[in-house]
């Protein structure tokens, strides 16, 4: 089993607001990613990381941007939400096999 | 660039049926990984079942079988006997092998509904 985290579920805020959201895993995986999801569609990758202070961009261009000053901490942050951000995010980690965390769904009125 | 093909929007089984969910996906590749993920309406992904190009036999994991045909590039989820809890969005991926991230490039899903 998995034991990969993230904070909040839900989460809905205002225009403009700076965001953060959480994503832990306690399985000491190097490589971390996070994917954006629109209701009903597939999965984009918009970032990953190798380990401790490597990060790169993924393949759908975000305004979000990720950090990794632990190997099991990879947070995400949006400095002025909107409400094109509106989506659910998730976080995944792997060895072998990737596992993903319960996802946080984003709302931006 | 990896490609991953998912033609059916929508699937109705009945329960205790059995039901095939297609997946063909399209690399350059010789090496790669094929997964299955479920997807319940509370979000999160569930891992169900991998395929590795190389391996000779289908892979099983309980009520899941991948229908793997090389040569034709696809990659079958099969689920037998359904049961009401299948009800969600099945998501095939192909992992990367060339690039050192090993992301997953997903299909676009197909939501599927057992039928009491």
């Known amino acids: 089993e998995a034991d990969i985290y993230q904070t909040p579920r839900y989460l809905v805020i205002g225009t403009g607001k700076k965001i953060t959201l959480e994503c832990s895993q306690t399985m000491g995986h190097d490589k971390m990613y996070w994917y954006q999801q629109d209701p009903g569609m597939e999965l984009h990758l918009i970032h990953y990381s190798y380990g401790v202070n490597s990060t790169e961009k993924g393949d759908l261009s975000s305004e979000s941007t990720v950090s990794r000053i632990r190997t099991e901490h990879f947070p995400l942050t949006l400095e002025s939400a909107r409400p094109s951000h509106t989506s659910q995010y998730l976080c995944?980690?792997?060895?072998?096999?990737?596992?993903f965390g319960p996802g946080t769904r984003l709302l931006v009125l | 660039a990896q490609k991953i093909t998912q033609t059916q929007p929508g699937m109705f089984v009945q329960e205790k049926e059995a039901v095939t969910l297609d997946c063909t996906y399209d690399t350059s590749d010789q090496s790669y990984g094929l997964f299955w993920y479920k997807q319940p309406s509370s979000g999160e992904m569930i891992f169900l079942i991998y395929q590795g190009s190389y391996d000779e036999q289908n892979a099983t994991e309980g009520r899941y079988s991948l229908n793997f045909q090389k040569a034709r590039k696809s990659a079958n989820l099969v689920i037998s006997a359904s049961q009401l809890g299948d009800s969600a969005m099945y998501f095939c991926?192909?992992?990367?092998?060339?690039?050192?991230?090993?992301?997953?490039?997903f299909g676009s899903g197909t939501r599927l509904q057992v039928q009491p």
């Open positions: 991926a192909m992992r990367e092998v060339d690039t050192g991230r090993r992301a997953l490039t």
């Open positions: 995944a980690s792997s060895a072998l096999f990737q596992y």
